[in-house]
Nanobody, 124 residues
């Protein structure tokens, strides 16, 4: 059974940093890893994706230059390093795994395994 478990969420001051971790158990064979977030009253948005075989990454414009997605060499965990946090980064963050759609990991269509989420709150 595949299970994704996020950790590392919490509270931070604006300008601070947090690192989210996603522990993966069970064999997914997936080639895409991603982080998504959803703020109250807003739709879920993609934050960052990683093609674990092509080592291609993509980021939402709102986090480019501040967030970095990476994976553990064993591919049993991946991470989201969040620097220079802003109050608008406040949301529930979800990790996910899946497969390329249309030859790319960008977008949420190919992600079928999801974690339960971890809350990130950034205060000004």
């Amino acid at each position: 059974q595949v299970q994704l478990v996020e950790s590392g969420g919490g509270s931070a001051q604006a300008g601070g940093r947090l690192t989210l971790s996603c522990a993966v158990s069970g064999h997914t064979g997936s080639n895409c890893m991603g982080w998504f977030r959803q703020a109250p009253g807003k739709e879920r948005e993609g934050v960052a994706t990683l093609d674990s075989y092509l080592t291609d990454t993509s980021y939402a414009d709102s986090v480019k230059g501040r967030f970095t997605i990476s994976q553990d060499n064993s591919k049993t965990a991946f991470y989201l390093q969040m620097n220079s946090l802003k109050p608008e980064d406040t949301a529930m963050y979800y990790c996910a795994e899946g497969w390329r759609v249309g030859g790319t990991c960008r977008g949420a269509d190919g992600f079928i395994y999801w974690g339960q989420g971890t809350q990130v709150t950034v205060s000004s």
